[in-house]
T-cell receptor, first 112, second 113 residues
Framework: GQQVMQIPQYQHVQEGEDFTTYCNSSTTLSNIQWYKQRPGGHPVFLIQ?????EVKKQKRLTFQFGEAKKNSSLHITATQTTDVGTYFCAGYSGGGADGLTFGKGTHLIIQP | DAGVTQSPTHLIKTRGQQVTLRCSPKSGHDTVSWYQQALGQGPQFIFQYYEEEERQRGNFPDRFSGHQFPNYSSELNVNALLLGDSALYLCASSWDRGITEAFFGQGTRLTVV
């Protein structure tokens, strides 16, 4: 079945540094979604990418979808303590496939 | 407008028992998906309900079953509980069979002892 790999598993940064997490799917995706989960919380939707090569920005967050629609990345510029949490990518293949397939997530730890 | 609500928030069961978890979707949403999230892992897709039918299913045994009611609320049932079923069970609702964003509930923390 479809697999979504996400790296790194953990990322420690100093506050103010940049952060990037990468996501790779074993199959071509119809769309990819990104979620953030705070410790003890539930996943909260950040964005969805649909088009090949798409780039979207939300303030300090930049999301990219690869040309082959099999990989994606999330980049945070100048991290803040409020960015702490686990960032998940979730791929959707469409065509009656197995719902959203989540990566294992990248845990972002920020040191002040 | 209430978001996705799940009950109960926490539950402790004994091996071999059965459990029912409940979910009310966000207003206007007709699709409910269930996920299992083990500690430190990403959510794993269990199944999705739309128009009161199971439409998609992940790689979970038949011990996991569900139901969707006419008001779009949903239940997840797990029979013959195993220790490995201990996890956070998340319900997510959407309005188009999950093609766009999913709104997650707070989850039910199930502990099997």
């Amino acid at each position: 079945g479809q697999q979504v790999m996400q790296i790194p598993q953990y990322q420690h940064v100093q506050e103010g540094e940049d952060f990037t997490t990468y996501c790779n799917s074993s199959t071509t995706l119809s769309n990819i979604q990104w979620y953030k989960q705070r410790p003890g919380g539930h996943p909260v939707f950040l964005i969805q990418l649909v088009k090949s090569g798409e780039v979207k920005k939300q303030k300090r967050l930049t999301f990219q979808f690869g040309e082959a629609k099999k990989n994606s990345s999330l980049h945070i510029t100048a991290t803040q303590t409020t960015d702490v949490g686990t960032y998940f990518c979730a791929g959707y293949s469409g065509g009656g496939a197995d719902g959203l397939t989540f990566g294992k997530g990248t845990h972002l730890i920020i040191q002040p | 407008d209430a978001g996705v609500t799940q009950s109960p928030t926490h539950l402790i069961k004994t091996r071999g028992q059965q459990v029912t978890l409940r979910c009310s979707p966000k207003s206007g949403h007709d699709t409910v998906s269930w996920y299992q999230q083990a500690l430190g892992q990403g959510p794993q897709f269990i199944f999705q309900y739309y128009e009161e039918e199971e439409r998609q299913r992940g790689n979970f045994p038949d011990r996991f079953s569900g139901h969707q009611f006419p008001n779009y609320s949903s239940e997840l049932n797990v029979n013959a509980l195993l220790l490995g079923d201990s996890a956070l069970y998340l319900c997510a609702s959407s309005w188009d069979r999950g093609i766009t964003e999913a709104f997650f509930g707070q989850g039910t923390r199930l502990t099997v002892v």
